[in-house]
């Protein structure tokens, strides 16, 4: 299933490292990855079935995404207290809008 998070925010270390913070999710992921088709989508793949949605990521943030081969992922709540802490690969792919809407198609049933 494809969500599209409302409530994500990236944090870059003093060495230029993307760090993706997001709210938990029920089930811990597998085998994780990120796509960025290199324009101002983002799509994390907690696994499979568990694809979360990034719009509207600010660009100096996005050309971190074309030098970093994985950046850390930490879900927390929203008063602090951290779930998980996970390393997700940086995948580039152009045809990420494509795919999501497949996936969002699929999922749905038509």
């Not at 409530?7 to 993706?20: V, W």
């Not at 600010?58 to 998980?84: A, C, K, Q």
């Amino acid at each position: 299933m494809v969500l599209t998070e409302e409530s994500f925010d990236f944090i870059i270390s003093a060495k230029g490292r993307p760090t993706l913070v997001i709210l938990p999710r029920d089930e811990a992921p597998s085998s994780p990855f990120i796509v960025y088709d290199r324009g101002s989508r983002l799509a994390l793949f907690r696994s499979r079935y568990d694809i979360v949605e990034l719009q509207k990521v600010p660009i100096e943030v996005r050309r971190r995404f074309l030098i970093v081969e994985s950046i850390d992922v930490v879900e927390m709540y929203e008063n602090g207290t951290v779930v998980r802490q996970y390393t997700a690969n940086v995948v580039l792919d152009g045809m990420l809008k494509s795919k999501l809407k497949q996936e969002r198609k699929a999922t749905l049933g038509g």
